[in-house]
């Protein structure tokens, strides 16, 4: 399995933007997305709106998914 990130656009209240991920945190980002009854772009947004300033859209995917995994 590689470890590169591999990069998806996403459209967030109506703008285009896009995201590099790793392909396991593509998987869990979108079996999340699903159990959660939204889409992508709709969970990306709800993650963008709740960020800081400071961190990077897939840095806060990441740790987004890494707290719903780990229950936190």
Known sequence: MSGR???HSLTLRGHRTSVSLELAFWQAFREIAEAEGKTLNALAA???GSREADVGLASAI???ILRRLSGG
């Open 46 to 48: 709800q993650i963008d």
């Open 62 to 64: 990441r740790v987004f």
């Open 5 to 7: 990130p591999v990069k």
